[in-house]
């Protein structure tokens, strides 16, 4: 099991959208809107780095409104 923490940029006012689609996501357990340098983090929970690859290119990224990502792997 791989966890991950997704750190997420969106366009302006498409925060709301973007975490209604990322909660319908089966891999992601938690979406939460922040401060700071990103706008919305993500904890994902999948098998493999593999998954966390597939998830991120062919789910994520296609997301309308997310601008760029930064994923940092729970190492415990």
Do not use: C, F, W
């Not at 959208?17 to 922040?34: C, D, F, M, S, Y």
């Not at 401060?35 to 597939?54: H, M, R, S």
């Amino acid at each position: 099991m791989v966890e991950a923490y997704i750190h997420i940029r969106v366009e302006t006012g498409k925060g709301p959208e973007v975490i209604k689609q990322l909660r319908a996501l089966p891999e992601v357990k938690e979406v939460h809107p922040v401060t700071g340098p990103y706008d919305i983090i993500a904890k994902i929970e999948v098998t493999n780095t593999k998954a966390l690859t597939e998830l991120l290119v062919t789910k994520m990224h296609k997301i309308e409104g997310i601008r760029d990502t930064t994923t940092s792997i729970i190492l415990d």
